[in-house]
């Protein structure tokens, strides 16, 4: 059944002779991409080890079972025969897991983009809760976050807000987030008491850095301009604020956070990388659109992704059916129980189409 893994066992092998060599290069790119090489392989060559000896061992269990007369023997080898056999199984469904196809971006930090989209300055408002929701998520899964860029709204929520999310595990953790998040509460602005429905978007990109993404300084546009803040007011006296325009992509980034333009260039580059990477990655997966567009889609209440319903504390992830009554956790970063369901049918999709 798993033919294909002593072809695994062998490359495994062949990359730990060759890993000092590697090293000794200074080639980041290759030390990069052999890191990952083997961070995938090794789990995969470990569980196989475990199921060869398990089989060995149910094979000599059966073989001494053949030949015991001895009844309290028997029952002993009778009942290794079942541990032996349970465990293969246990092994069985987790090479299946490992045999499934790897996320190119596993292991990779996130870049994480939000913008408020339909309901004005609510879905600004709700864009920052947003923002708040990751933050305690993160701050639960001992996952560090660093705001690259925003843009802060009249009322104190977020016109956009992108921060990176650092850790082995956020991408596997947060690329289900992906998407138009929907709520429906009473504004703060509202004085009758009328539930409003607003939406803001959530774009998960993967951490690109220069050894993933090549840019031709020639194929870049920058402007730099003073950064504004709420209602378009200047809060800097310097141009410090950067725009760069990657023109073959038509992508537009902009950071004003920091102080410096050299600080605020480096973000947007870093964002830019992030973006292009995803691009690359769908185009090479031949889909009919980019995944950033795919997430963000318009925007609209109609496509989304997940609902959040203040009245009867209840949230809806639509893609899967899963509903619970703890918003009030939900926002405070109790996101587990929907990364996990979100994580498993797409392990099942997988599986079946396998």
Same mark, same amino acid.
């Given at each position: ?14 990359? &730990?002779?060759?890993? /000092? =060599?590697?090293?000794?290069? %200074? ?7 052999? %890191? ?5 392989? #090794?789990? *995969? ?30 029952? @002993? !080898? ?66 560090? *976050?660093? $705001? ?12 956009? *807000? ?17 998407? /138009? ?11 009758? +008491? ?11 990109? /993967? &951490?690109?850095?220069?050894? =993933? ?8 546009? @920058? ?6 803040? /709420? +209602? +378009? #007011?200047?809060?800097?006296?310097? =141009? ?10 038509? !992508? ?27 691009? &690359? #990655? ?32 209840? *949230? ?22 929907? $990364? ?15």
């Amino acid at each position: 059944m798993f033919e294909q893994i002593d072809d695994l066992e062998a490359e495994l092998r062949k990359l &730990e002779a060759t890993l /000092p =060599d590697v090293y000794a290069s %200074g080639d980041r790119r290759a030390i990069a991409a052999a %890191g990952r090489r083997q961070k995938e392989l #090794q789990p *995969v060559v470990d569980a196989y080890l475990a199921y060869r000896s398990t089989e060995s061992d149910l094979a000599d269990a059966h073989e001494m079972l053949k030949g015991e007369t001895d009844s309290e023997m028997r029952t @002993f !080898l009778e009942a290794e025969v079942v541990a032996h056999q349970s465990r293969l199984e246990e092994l069985e469904a987790e090479l299946k897991e490992l045999l499934l196809p790897r996320d190119p971006n596993d292991g990779r930090n996130v870049i994480v983009e939000i913008q408020g989209t339909e309901g004005g300055e609510e879905a600004n408002l709700w864009a920052g809760d947003l923002l708040r929701m990751y933050q305690r998520f993160a701050e639960r899964h001992g996952l560090g *976050v660093e $705001i690259l860029s925003s843009q802060l709204s009249d009322h104190g929520g977020y016109r956009d *807000v992108t921060f990176m999310v650092k850790g082995d595990t956020a991408w596997s953790r947060l690329k289900y987030e992906g998407g /138009p998040h929907r709520v429906q509460r009473v504004p703060e602005t509202e004085s009758q +008491g009328r539930i409003h429905t607003s939406a803001a978007t959530v774009a998960v990109l /993967p &951490e690109a850095g220069e050894v =993933d993404v090549e840019i031709n300084p020639g194929d870049l546009e @920058f402007d730099v301009y003073r950064s504004s803040g /709420p +209602g +378009g #007011q200047s809060v800097n006296t310097t =141009d410090s604020a950067v725009r760069i325009t990657h023109k073959p992509s038509g !992508l537009v980034v902009a950071c004003q956070d920091e102080r410096s333009q050299l600080q605020n260039r480096d973000r947007a580059m870093q964002i830019l990388r992030s973006r292009l990477l995803k691009l &690359e #990655q769908d185009r090479r997966e031949a889909e009919v659109s980019e995944a950033r567009r795919g997430q963000v889609k318009g925007g609209g209440r109609s496509e989304k992704i997940r609902t959040y319903n203040f009245k009867e504390n209840r *949230v809806t992830d639509h893609r899967i059916g899963l509903t619970t009554y703890a918003l009030d956790r939900v926002l405070d970063g109790e996101l587990d129980e929907y $990364i996990d369901g979100l994580a498993a049918d797409e392990r099942a999709r997988q599986l079946g189409a396998g």
